[in-house]
Each structure stands twice: as C-alpha cells, then as structure tokens.
Nanobody, 123 residues
Framework: VQLQASGGGLMQAGGSLRLSCAASGSIFSINVMGWYRQAPGKERELVASITNSDSTNYGDSVKGRFTISRDNAKNILYLQMNSLKPEDTAVYYC??????????????????WGQGTQVTVSS
C-alpha cells in the first residue's frame, strides 16, 4: 500500500490551498486517514483525521479553517485549507491505517505515511 500526496505550494496569508493524498495497492480497508504537519524545529502534529464513517477530528489551531474529507470509492484524502496563516507553513504528511487485501480477504494491518508536501504561507 502506498500514499501519494500532492497540492502543496506557496500561498499568501489569507489564501487557500487543497491537498490531496491518493492511496493505492492491495487495499482491503482504510479505517482512518489523516493529515499531519511538521514545521522546522517542531514535532509532527495532527492537523485532521477522518474515519471510514466520516467522523472527523481537528487540531485546535486549524478548527474552522481547514476541512478534511475523503472519497472512499477512489481512496483519496483531501484537506481544504482556507484563511491560511504563516504559522501553517510546514511539510504536510498524509497517513492511513487499515488492512491489506490478500486473495480477496483482509490480512495484515498497515499504518503508512505519504512522502510529504511543502506548504509555505507568506505574510
């Protein structure tokens, strides 16, 4: 199972960006998907997560500005980021956990990370 993130870039404060993360491979299930970010000199932190029943959880610093969603049919995760602030500057990583498909049946669990995409917000 692999994750491929895209959509980062440079944006002015107050602007918007949308990140995407596509999952591929022998996927039986994706139970939880999430976005994390890591700024220079700081620990990786949760931005938002979403379960396969669309239950969401957001970090305090992004509530009301960011929206996480997923397309279960296409195994794609999205993060709509509005009202961006310079402190949102970080490398954003997608994460997924679930079970691998083997001969049509669920087998071992996985917890994987995408390669990261840089988001830079200028003031």
């Amino acid at each position: 199972v692999q994750l491929q993130a895209s959509g980062g870039g440079l944006m002015q404060a107050g602007g918007s960006l949308r990140l995407s993360c596509a999952a591929s491979g022998s996927i039986f299930s994706i139970n939880v998907m999430g976005w994390y970010r890591q700024a220079p000199g700081k620990e990786r932190e949760l931005v938002a997560s979403i379960t396969n029943s669309d239950s969401t959880n957001y970090g305090d610093s992004v509530k009301g500005r960011f929206t996480i969603s997923r397309d279960n049919a296409k195994n794609i995760l999205y993060l709509q980021m509005n009202s961006l602030k310079p402190e949102d500057t970080a490398v954003y990583y997608c994460n997924a956990e679930g079970r691998v498909r083997t001969k049509g049946w669920p087998s071992e669990p996985y917890n994987i990370w995408g390669q990261g995409t840089q988001v830079t917000v200028s003031s």
